[in-house]
């Protein structure tokens, strides 16, 4: 777990840290067109966190930093998951794509490792992109693309951040990393050890209407590597998560203790050539491994065996640089190979991607400058000789400058998921068979932002449009011999504003709000089809000088909606999902050992209300029950850091 470091300017650590908000909105963000650009510049719904945001609110994992932007939700479950803009947990799985410095992490339901396997010690800065990606990184970047920064060393020698935390749940981290720099080779060496013992996830057994609990419980052991030497950079990153990974719906004698094993494991090869002091040739090798294997401590092992493992490699080529003095472009190529292999309810499969795209931005004038920008992708082999697909996602954006604070952006972007071979060849006797002439899943998303920024102030509205089409869902089967089959059948439209809101009160005090309106239907008209809250409202406060640090974060989510809109034979059987208010405190004490190291110590809190969480059940195929209990009660966590 990140404690905090001193704000004072000879901190051993020169980062993101020491600057103040000005310096922070005028960081260059590179996730948006794979090119460095102000966030005022830049066309997309993006947020930024920084160093500093994190250290300042705490947290234990990345999906408790993630849900602090605006229209952004976690579900803490089976799967750990991220929602954006009202989408569904179970299907924003692999609708959301994570990226560890630029390179993506897996596209098949990969984003999860992430979100509690990364060690925070590591991150510099975090940029999420609300909305469609795929115009530069392909499939899964849907509804929403966060690109994990890590810390790379500013200075020759050895630096240190490490720390030790302990508290409620029976919870025991280690978060560390260890930097170093000599000339042109600089390496750092990221670990997480956590292992929480559970908290209680309470449901009822219908049978008797007498509540029980089973320990939540999850560990992660995380080893992440970075070297870097001139224009070469090699990454590892091996991550080996373990957690509880089922609630019940039948009688309580008769549940079986399911637990989910997901080892992971991420290598990355990056060179870049500079041509010239304009032109650039960025050349990637991404290999993925994953397995994801379901255990019941020996109980059912014997007759039911769950396990998927998936590997993915990827090779891809940029080239980037300015036309003009007004006009900048960037053009890529990449060729995937995905494999599915010694699956138990799945076939061995191979399948094969290539695709093309490219971007160009336009300064029509000082003020007003125009983006362009598209990718085709296409499949170049699928499995069982099924007939290639193809795909075409544009995007268009308008930026326009009103003056020196206030600037007005207009875009429009379509994104896709491609199915995976799993939905299209998963066959479970008796329950579920897959559809080898799936589609992909599309969506449409239409933009207006107005965006303002001081030297203080940070100001954004956006209100959003988007439409979905061929989602991939399980239906009831037209063989006989399975009972559901996946199908393109879902359509979804939405609509939403957003408001965010960040401000530099004083030298010491720091604020940041956001609110949310969204609406969801499908193509039958039910509204709220998402389940998710309608309204949402954020607020974070913090206190920082030399010696002491203190951070309040409120989360604030309206009544969710019964899942019964869709699923009309569920069980009653969990209290009802309303909304909640998610409330943590963090204070530090900083203290100086000599001049380059500094020993903290925090104590952080969570639920301070003490709230009883349950989210609506999306995924009524395999728990035909209303809701799920979603997060731990009221909690306490102290601990050390030390820094040199």
Request: proline share 4%; no cysteine; net charge negative.
């Amino acid at each position: 777990m990140l404690t905090f470091s001193a704000a004072s300017q000879d901190d051993v650590f020169e980062s993101l840290f020491e600057m103040s908000l000005e310096e922070l909105l005028n960081t260059p963000v590179i996730t948006a067109s794979k090119q460095a650009e102000s966030l005022r510049n830049s066309n997309a719904s993006i947020s930024v966190i920084s160093r500093q945001q994190i250290e300042q609110f705490g947290a234990h994992s990345l999906y408790e930093i993630l849900e602090r932007i605006v229209s952004v939700n976690s579900n803490y479950g089976v799967l750990t998951a991220i929602t954006t803009r009202g989408s569904k947990p179970w299907t924003g799985l692999l609708q959301h794509l994570g990226l560890l410095n630029g390179r993506p992490f897996g596209n098949l339901s990969g984003a999860h490792n992430l979100y509690s396997s990364i060690a925070l010690s590591s991150i510099e800065r975090i940029e999420y992109i609300r909305g469609p990606g795929s115009v530069l990184y392909g499939t899964n970047a849907y509804q929403g693309v966060f690109n994990i920064i890590t810390r790379q060393s500013k200075h020759d020698g050895w630096q240190a951040n490490q720390s030790i935390t302990v508290g409620s749940f029976d919870s025991q981290i280690i978060d560390a990393s260890y930097l170093y720099k000599n000339g042109d080779l600089s390496t750092a060496i990221n670990v997480l050890y956590s292992d929480i013992g559970g908290w209680d996830a309470v449901t009822t057994d219908p049978t008797t209407n007498n509540t029980f609990s089973k320990k939540a419980f999850q560990e992660e052991k995380t080893l992440h590597l970075d070297v870097n030497y001139k224009t070469l950079s090699l990454s590892h990153f091996r991550s080996v998560q373990q957690k509880f990974a089922n609630f019940w719906d039948a009688p309580q004698a008769n549940y079986i203790p399911w637990s989910k094993l997901h080892p992971s494991t991420f290598t990355n090869l990056t060179h870049q050539y500079q041509f010239d002091d304009n032109w650039q040739l960025d050349s990637h090798y991404t290999n993925i491994k994953k397995v994801m294997e379901w255990s019941s401590e020996g109980i059912a092992d014997s007759f039911i065996r769950i396990k998927s493992p998936l590997n993915i490699r990827l090779l891809e080529f940029n080239v980037s640089g300015d036309l003009s003095d007004n006009t900048s472009l960037l053009v890529g190529a990449y060729h995937e190979h995905r494999r599915v292999y010694d699956a138990s309810t799945i076939p061995d499969a191979k399948e094969r991607y290539a695709s093309i795209y490219a971007q160009i931005k336009y300064a029509v004038t000082p003020k007003l400058s125009v983006e362009l920008g598209g990718q085709y992708v296409t499949s170049l082999k699928l499995i069982n000789n099924i007939d290639n697909q193809s795909d075409f996602v544009p995007r268009l954006g308008l930026t326009y400058h009103l003056d020196d604070a206030w600037t007005v952006k207009l875009r429009h972007a379509k994104a896709f998921r491609h199915p995976s071979s799993g939905e299209r060849t998963i066959e479970t006797p008796g329950i579920q068979k897959g559809t080898p002439d799936l589609s992909s899943e599309t969506i449409n998303t239409t933009e207006a932002q107005f965006f303002y920024q001081t030297n203080e102030q940070l100001f954004i509205t956006t209100i959003y449009k988007s439409e979905e089409h061929d989602l991939i869902l399980l239906r009831p089967s037209d063989d006989p011999d399975f009972a559901l089959e996946n199908k393109n059948s879902g359509e979804i439209s939405s609509y939403g504003i957003e408001l965010e809101y960040k401000h530099q009160l004083t030298a010491h005090w720091y604020a940041e709000m956001s609110a949310t309106h969204q609406r969801n239907e499908d193509k039958q008209g039910t509204k709220n089809i998402n389940l998710s809250p309608n309204n949402s409202f954020k607020l974070g406060l913090s206190y920082d000088d030399s010696l002491w640090q203190f951070g309040m974060y409120l989360l604030s989510y309206s009544k969710y909606h019964d899942n019964i809109s869709f699923d009309p034979n569920r069980k009653l059987v969990n209290p009802p999902a309303n909304g909640y208010d998610w409330l943590t405190f963090k204070a530090s004490r900083k203290f100086t050992v000599n001049t380059d190291n500094q020993l903290t110590v925090s104590l952080e809190i969570k639920n301070l209300l003490d709230e009883a969480v349950y989210q609506p059940n999306d995924t009524p195929v395999f728990y035909p029950i209303n809701t799920l209990p979603a997060r731990e009660g009221l909690g306490a966590f102290l601990s050390l850091n030390y820094k040199y």
